[in-house]
């Protein structure tokens, strides 16, 4: 028996992966013959390999790639089979696109350049995006970016706090923040209230609590 047509069951007796044959709908998304669908033992649909590239929810999704959905039903992911544009952003064809639950982007590659709060993003940067479409990390352009007074690498990830305030980034020039002397290169981290949490150059790293004072490099460090 072909194993892509083979119907598995949970154990309460629902499908748990099955093969189309036909075009079909489920949750309100219509899905093309050779689609294999997933459920949760609950019923619900979660992932999806698409039989044939297919419009879901308005988002142009390409075939013989999986998608995923949230538990409420909203796309959760897709591989895009032609450039869409999504929370303000022009997403590159072929790439995935992530999604919040309420189907605004979280995370997807540009197709073209992208000012957003300010910055700079090229085309081919893997922008991610907080639910409210400000931004959660871009990789820095050629030049540099400028945030918050501090200057970072080009082409290394930026991270943000929600409210807008640098959350992490790489150094190109040295600063000193906190009395704490941060060298070209190094890996920086606020706290949510702009004090310095952390310097990182090599072996060598000094974390700060939110007063200020200093502390154990084995407590919760930045890992962004």
Not at 126 to 139: K, N, T
Request: a neutral charge; one cysteine or more; hydrophobic letters at 35%.
């Amino acid at each position: 028996m072909d194993e892509t047509r083979t119907v598995y069951y949970a154990d309460s007796g629902r499908i748990r992966t099955g093969f189309l044959v036909a075009t079909a709908e489920f949750q309100s998304v219509v899905f093309p013959p050779g689609s294999i669908l997933g459920f949760t033992g609950e019923g619900l649909l979660w992932r999806c390999r698409l039989g044939a590239d297919t419009q879901i929810q308005n988002f142009p999704c390409m075939g013989d790639r999986e998608i995923e959905f949230h538990p409420n039903g909203n796309i959760a992911s897709c591989f895009l089979s032609v450039p869409a544009r999504v929370s303000g952003c022009l997403l590159k064809e072929g790439a995935l696109a992530v999604f919040h639950e309420s189907r605004e982007l979280f995370r997807g590659v540009l197709r073209a350049d992208h000012v957003r709060q300010g910055y700079r993003m090229v085309a081919g940067t893997e922008l991610c995006l907080f639910e409210d479409g400000r931004i959660a990390s871009f990789q820095a352009p050629p030049e540099g970016v400028a945030v918050n007074g501090l200057r970072l690498a080009r082409g290394t990830r930026v991270w943000f706090h929600p409210d807008g305030r640098l959350r992490a980034g790489t150094l190109r020039e040295a600063c000193v923040r906190r009395n704490v002397e941060c060298a070209v290169g190094s890996r920086v981290w606020f706290h949510e209230n702009g004090g310095l949490a952390g310097c990182a150059t090599g072996e060598s790293t000094v974390l700060l609590d939110r007063e200020g004072k200093g502390r154990s490099p084995g407590r919760d460090s930045h890992n962004a």
